[in-house]
């Protein structure tokens, strides 16, 4: 029997949850080796052949080759973790954070010094918010943090 999940229907919000951690556990790890200059040297240098040695699925491999930050945290990736992917890039957070809402990092600073997204239309999946699926790259994996 599994748990009920009351909060996948908040619009562009994964949650980190066990099930989720259970999928990107490898993932994360990569993500974590990335911590070591050697390691960050390896994976620049050869990307897929340092990926191949890791225990992920293809399309987790695929989504970090894409530099793709939504589609990984789709796949079990917590952002926590996949800021060690976006420092190996030469990315800041706030960089990473504006390539997963579609918008250019200044555009994103501005959004939260206004105070972040409103919470009007998008308490809930299929209200008419500017966080809905259909609006954002959440939902159409094209966060990507590289051009």
């Not at 890039?89 to 501005?110: C, L, N, P, V």
Request: glycine share 10%; hydrophobic share 35%; with cysteine.
């Amino acid at each position: 029997m599994s748990l009920e999940k009351p909060y996948t229907n908040i619009p562009g919000t994964t949650i980190f949850d066990m099930d989720q951690a259970r999928a990107g556990y490898h993932l994360n790890q990569f993500c974590m080796s990335l911590m070591k200059d050697a390691n960050r040297k390896r994976f620049l240098a050869d990307q897929r052949v340092y990926l191949d040695e890791w225990p992920m699925t293809e399309d987790q491999k695929l989504a970090v080759l894409a530099a793709d930050l939504n589609r990984c945290i789709a796949l079990g990736g917590n952002i926590y973790f996949l800021a060690k992917l976006g420092a190996t890039h030469g990315k800041s957070f706030q960089q990473m954070a504006g390539s997963m809402t579609g918008r250019t990092e200044i555009e994103y600073r501005d959004m939260m010094i206004a105070g972040g997204r409103s919470a009007d239309g998008n308490r809930v999946v299929g209200e008419s918010g500017d966080a809905q699926a259909n609006r954002q790259p959440q939902g159409h994996g094209t966060g990507k943090l590289l051009d």
